[in-house]
């Protein structure tokens, strides 16, 4: 009996096995043809259903031969019921076709799917844009590791970043050409810069959850401002969806440096934004206590886990008429970084420089970053339309950095534990702001054929260092212990204040008149904008130092703790003539003619952009210069050309010419000096433009819904590009400065290959870019007078890299997603070649950072209820910044600390350790 009812157990299992059977399938957008990621698929009568995956594909297995009826289902589309006949085997490939749920609807309905907040719109306005460009998506920056816009742009193929003191990106380099080179937008309007140095704004700035995506423009057209040779990125802010939807998350997080150190902090409370100066007016004479002691009263301890937190609502009302969105972003972290930066000179007819010093340093930041954005729009009818823009980001950095020098002089003996110290601490609070708020408006009039932008624009930006303190102290090491002795001799307590402030008042016009032309529809398009760009600047320094009768103010005799220091005032009424006191303006008016066609499968776009530049300042308290007033008045003719070829529906040719320019900033070109970091700056008066011809060839293929394949070439020639390099002084050769210049003409080419492929719940976003510049400038090198024996300098042309340019950069993201279990798992990695820091005055004495490959990851859980769980960990390899000099000067190979090798000198190494983030998401659609 068990014998028969094993046999029968057993046919019966083989009888289903034969009836059983496999399918698969995709499920596409019947007007575009592309696959529909998550959509959900349902086998009717079996329990069986599924989600089709990143290309749109699904299967079931195990399915029974016979009739069968699939339910296809998708949020906006129709759902779509498809019978089958199940074969025994071989059954066909199962393509469904769905249509969207508004196809219908009138101009007045706004779609959130429209926005390129997903891949495949993302992928669909690549495409189908005029210049070339790449997109981020806002869902791809959802389920990224990356915090700040400046993080995210990294992942973009010929963009690499430079790194701030605790080791996140924040100014973008595009293909090569260094941050002065691109300018920024927000929602298409360009914004102020609130750094003191650079017209260009620090990515950081912006928190990466209020954007619906991320746009990186390589080319321009005549619409478009012409000071970006490099490129230009756009920030497009969260829009209007078409229903209500609330997005919110909250994450807490702890960056691994602290786990092996404290973080140092002091008390900011009490600081003064103003200083003794601005407060009692000029004659004032300052003392001790018009200084907080709380710059001075640090503290050490283990930081609080870092908070971060996101929200934002939006709806349509009235029939969809009315748009609103408001959304708000706070992040509050603390990082840091281990620093050990060594100082160098090249001494007589030497080579290579001789390691002079050591200072190791370490720093701990506290950023406090709030981003504020809201938007109306209202559509009047299908012909007219307005939207009020407003957006404000604050970061407040307060940072503390702890130095300890070691001089390599005669005492310095490592061997006994020996050498001379110096401690110096610098309390610095910095603050940045932007403010823009953009009224818009567009109409449509003779049935379509006249169309009318315009936009009236007011931005600000702020940059503020108030009380930045730094004190030192000098030291000895005995035995290996290390120990504070006494106040530095001289200007041992310096307090300085630093601000400046942008206006920019700008409009701008754009008409669009469209007739056709024979056979073929003509876009005529004319338009302007002027700004008007004020800064005002100002610096004060104060210097504190011991009374005559205790000069010496030893450590742990005279005072205990820095606050119990008892000062005067060395310059009682401050450095107010500074010549980094000043007000400046930029006023820009620009005009453009553009036509755009399409001739059968090639689409024209060609035209020319006038744009006139007043350029000025006015230094309010000079002190001896020889051009306290300056200006620069010019007119530039940008023409452009760009052309697009379809080879069929998914593929095209892409190609471009245009002319840029890239303007100096303020800070370039007033006449001041100060010191920053290890060196002193001066401005250049006499600093021209930069002017640039610009190609670019690109084959883009878009072969399914989120993927493509873009493979580009460029070429930039410029003409008097701005290079900062160290020199001497005319009058006092020993007195070394760093500054701007113009440097003949440089050349910049290379490739770029960018590859998005899904296989059904696996994705892999790769890009790679080569860039090649030359640029020639003059060095300094040393030889011996035959004559009088003496070491003389001369200056030999030295061809090498733009600044600041990688030779190789390459991105590599894995993705796993599973839209039924609610899993988004992403593995990314950055490589950036090594490229030039600081150029140096001497011959072959540049310093390259080294190239380093950076890995993130990040991981998302969704739930029906709507919320998901996500977590975020960068920096996995712990990457540190490093910087060399390319050869090696024998005496440096005395200091026992590994730092010649392989042909190189180390100069400087930066430390980060890991961070992660564990938080909440809510989603109410």
């Known amino acids: 009996m068990n014998k028969l009812l094993q046999t029968l157990l057993l046919l019966l299992f083989s009888v289903t096995v034969a009836n059983a059977s496999k399918i698969k399938g995709h499920v596409y957008d019947r007007q575009s043809g592309e696959a529909l990621v998550g959509a959900t698929v349902v086998l009717e009568k079996t329990g069986q259903a599924t989600t089709t995956g990143l290309d749109g594909s699904f299967e079931f297995k195990n399915v029974a031969v016979g009739a069968a009826t699939l339910r296809i289902s998708y949020v906006t589309y129709q759902t779509v019921v498809q019978q089958l006949t199940i074969l025994k085997e071989d059954n066909p490939h199962v393509k469904v076709y769905m249509e969207s749920a508004g196809k219908d609807l009138n101009e007045v309905t706004v779609r959130a799917t429209a926005s390129g907040s997903n891949e495949r719109d993302a992928r669909r306005l690549e495409q189908n844009a005029t210049q070339v460009m790449n997109i981020v998506s806002g869902r791809a920056i959802e389920v990224s590791p990356d915090l700040t816009v400046a993080n995210v742009i990294q992942r973009v193929s010929g963009v690499s970043v430079e790194r701030n003191s605790n080791g996140d990106g924040q100014y973008a380099i595009l293909r090569g050409m260094d941050k002065r080179y691109n300018y920024t937008l927000v929602n298409g309007v360009k914004i102020p810069s609130p750094d003191n140095k650079y017209r260009y704004v620090p990515l950081d700035l912006f928190p990466s959850d209020l954007l619906d995506r991320l746009e990186v423009y390589k080319t321009l057209t005549p619409n478009l401002e012409g000071d970006a040779v490099g490129g230009a990125v756009n920030m497009v802010m969260k829009n209007a969806p078409d229903h209500f939807q609330i997005n919110a998350n909250l994450s807490t997080g702890y960056s691994q440096l602290f786990f092996g150190r404290d973080f140092a902090s002091y008390n900011?409370?009490?600081?003064?934004?103003?200083?003794?100066?601005?407060?009692?007016?000029?004659?004032?004479?300052?003392?001790?206590?018009?200084?907080?002691?709380?710059?001075?009263?640090?503290?050490?301890?283990?930081?609080?886990?870092?908070?971060?937190?996101?929200?934002?609502?939006?709806?349509?009302?009235?029939?969809?008429?009315?748009?609103?969105?408001?959304?708000?972003?706070?992040?509050?972290?603390?990082?840091?970084?281990?620093?050990?930066?060594?100082?160098?000179?090249?001494?007589?007819?030497?080579?290579?420089?001789?390691?002079?010093?050591?200072?190791?340093?370490?720093?701990?930041?506290?950023?406090?970053?709030?981003?504020?954005?809201?938007?109306?729009?209202?559509?009047?009818?299908?012909?007219?339309?307005?939207?009020?823009?407003?957006?404000?980001?604050?970061?407040?950095?307060?940072?503390?950095?702890?130095?300890?020098?070691?001089?390599?002089?005669?005492?310095?003996?490592?061997?006994?534990?020996?050498?001379?110290?110096?401690?110096?601490?610098?309390?610095?609070?910095?603050?940045?702001?932007?403010?823009?708020?953009?009224?818009?408006?567009?109409?449509?009039?003779?049935?379509?054929?006249?169309?009318?932008?315009?936009?009236?624009?007011?931005?600000?930006?702020?940059?503020?260092?108030?009380?930045?303190?730094?004190?030192?102290?000098?030291?000895?090491?005995?035995?290996?212990?290390?120990?504070?002795?006494?106040?530095?001799?001289?200007?041992?307590?310096?307090?300085?204040?630093?601000?400046?402030?942008?206006?920019?008042?700008?409009?701008?016009?754009?008409?669009?008149?469209?007739?056709?032309?024979?056979?073929?529809?003509?876009?005529?398009?004319?338009?302007?904008?002027?700004?008007?760009?004020?800064?005002?600047?100002?610096?004060?320094?104060?210097?504190?130092?011991?009374?005559?009768?205790?000069?010496?103010?030893?450590?742990?005799?005279?005072?205990?703790?820095?606050?119990?220091?008892?000062?005067?005032?060395?310059?009682?009424?401050?450095?107010?003539?500074?010549?980094?006191?000043?007000?400046?303006?930029?006023?820009?008016?620009?005009?453009?003619?553009?036509?755009?066609?399409?001739?059968?499968?090639?689409?024209?776009?060609?035209?020319?952009?006038?744009?006139?530049?007043?350029?000025?300042?006015?230094?309010?308290?000079?002190?001896?210069?020889?051009?306290?007033?300056?200006?620069?008045?010019?007119?530039?003719?940008?023409?452009?050309?760009?052309?697009?070829?379809?080879?069929?529906?998914?593929?095209?040719?892409?190609?471009?010419?245009?002319?840029?320019?890239?303007?100096?900033?303020?800070?370039?070109?007033?006449?001041?000096?100060?010191?920053?970091?290890?060196?002193?700056?001066?401005?250049?008066?006499?600093?021209?433009?930069?002017?640039?011809?610009?190609?670019?060839?690109?084959?883009?293929?878009?072969?399914?819904?989120?993927?493509?394949?873009?493979?580009?070439?460029?070429?930039?020639?410029?003409?008097?590009?701005?290079?900062?390099?160290?020199?001497?002084?005319?009058?006092?050769?020993?007195?070394?400065?760093?500054?701007?210049?113009?440097?003949?003409?440089?050349?910049?080419?290379?490739?770029?290959?960018?590859?998005?492929?899904?296989?059904?719940?696996?994705?892999?976003?790769?890009?790679?870019?080569?860039?090649?510049?030359?640029?020639?400038?003059?060095?300094?090198?040393?030889r011996i007078n035959s004559v009088t024996g003496d070491v003389e300098a001369f200056l030999v042309d030295q061809s090498r890299p733009l600044y600041g340019q990688s030779e190789h950069i390459a991105n590599m993201s894995l993705l796993y997603k599973d839209t039924k279990k609610g899993w988004d798992l992403q593995l990314a990695g950055a490589y950036t070649g090594q490229r030039i820091n600081t150029i140096s005055q001497f011959l072959n004495n540049d310093l390259w950072q080294e190239g380093f490959i950076q890995m993130d990851a990040s991981a998302e859980k969704r739930f029906k209820s709507g919320l998901s769980v996500f977590v975020k960990a960068g920096n996995l390899l712990n990457t540190p910044t490093k910087l060399f000099i390319k050869g090696t000067n024998p005496e440096n190979a005395k200091i026992q600390e590994n730092l010649v090798s392989n042909g190189r000198t180390l100069i400087r190494s930066d430390y980060y350790e890991q961070t992660y983030l564990l938080g909440v998401r809510y989603k109410f659609n």
């Open 268 to 782: 900011a409370s009490n600081i003064s934004y103003k200083s003794p100066y601005e407060i009692n007016g000029r004659n004032y004479n300052a003392t001790q206590a018009d200084f907080t002691k709380g710059t001075l009263d640090y503290k050490y301890q283990k930081p609080v886990p870092n908070l971060v937190g996101n929200l934002s609502i939006g709806q349509r009302f009235f029939n969809s008429k009315l748009g609103v969105v408001v959304a708000g972003s706070y992040q509050n972290t603390y990082r840091g970084s281990n620093s050990t930066f060594y100082n160098s000179a090249v001494n007589g007819t030497d080579a290579y420089a001789v390691i002079t010093s050591k200072s190791y340093r370490e720093y701990s930041e506290q950023q406090k970053r709030l981003g504020l954005h809201g938007k109306i729009d209202y559509v009047f009818d299908k012909n007219n339309k307005l939207s009020l823009y407003n957006v404000y980001v604050d970061l407040k950095n307060q940072q503390l950095r702890d130095a300890v020098g070691t001089s390599y002089n005669g005492v310095y003996n490592p061997v006994a534990g020996n050498a001379e110290l110096t401690y110096t601490t610098r309390s610095r609070l910095t603050e940045q702001q932007i403010y823009n708020s953009t009224l818009h408006g567009d109409h449509k009039l003779f049935n379509d054929r006249l169309k009318i932008q315009w936009s009236a624009v007011y931005s600000s930006a702020k940059n503020d260092l108030p009380d930045n303190t730094t004190i030192s102290l000098n030291g000895v090491r005995k035995n290996f212990q290390d120990t504070r002795t006494s106040l530095v001799n001289t200007s041992p307590v310096n307090h300085r204040w630093e601000r400046n402030t942008d206006e920019d008042k700008a409009g701008y016009l754009d008409l669009i008149y469209t007739v056709p032309v024979g056979k073929v529809n003509v876009d005529f398009m004319v338009g302007g904008l002027y700004r008007d760009k004020e800064r005002s600047s100002f610096f004060n320094n104060y210097t504190l130092a011991p009374k005559a009768a205790n000069a010496g103010f030893l450590y742990g005799v005279d005072f205990q703790n820095y606050t119990d220091l008892n000062l005067v005032v060395s310059n009682p009424t401050g450095a107010v003539s500074n010549p980094l006191t000043y007000d400046a303006s930029e006023k820009t008016t620009s005009g453009y003619g553009m036509v755009k066609f399409a001739i059968n499968n090639l689409q024209v776009t060609g035209g020319a952009r006038v744009e006139h530049t007043n350029q000025g300042y006015n230094l309010l308290f000079p002190a001896g210069e020889t051009n306290p007033k300056g200006s620069q008045v010019y007119t530039d003719v940008l023409p452009s050309l760009t052309l697009k070829y379809s080879l069929t529906a998914k593929a095209q040719l892409h190609g471009s010419y245009y002319k840029a320019l890239n303007r100096p900033g303020f800070y370039e070109i007033v006449p001041g000096k100060v010191v920053n970091e290890e060196y002193q700056e001066r401005g250049n008066p006499n600093l021209k433009r930069a002017i640039a011809d610009n190609f670019d060839l690109r084959y883009e293929l878009f072969p399914g819904a989120s993927e493509q394949l873009l493979v580009g070439a460029f070429y930039k020639r410029i003409k008097n590009p701005i290079e900062y390099t160290f020199q001497a002084d005319a009058v006092r050769g020993q007195d070394i400065y760093y500054s701007a210049g113009n440097f003949g003409t440089a050349n910049n080419f290379g490739a770029e290959l960018d590859y998005i492929k899904f296989f059904n719940k696996i994705g892999l976003k790769a890009n790679y870019t080569y860039t090649h510049s030359r640029i020639t400038t003059p060095k300094t090198s040393r």
